[in-house]
């Protein structure tokens, strides 16, 4: 009914709010795009050799 997957009604059970832009409308996310381009770049690419590594970089992109 309301296209919601199971992550967007967790975050609705948080109290996080949901806002959704225009399709093919990247212009109205840009802070959010970049910051999944500076995510890739710092934490994800090269990946780490393992799980545990990987979580650790991602740790250390958050503390940033």
């Keep these: 009914m309301f296209n919601l997957s199971k992550l967007s009604v967790?975050?609705?059970?948080?109290?996080?709010?949901?806002?959704?832009?225009?399709?093919?409308?990247?212009?109205?996310?840009?802070r959010h795009?970049?910051?999944?381009?500076?995510?890739?770049?710092?934490?994800?690419?090269?990946a780490a050799a393992n799980f545990l590594e990987q979580q650790g970089k991602f740790d250390d992109f958050i503390e940033v």
């Design 10 to 30: 967790r975050w609705l059970r948080l109290g996080i709010e949901i806002e959704r832009i225009k399709s093919g409308n990247p212009q109205q996310n840009g």
């Design 33 to 46: 795009e970049r910051m999944h381009l500076t995510l890739k770049l710092e934490a994800a690419r090269p």
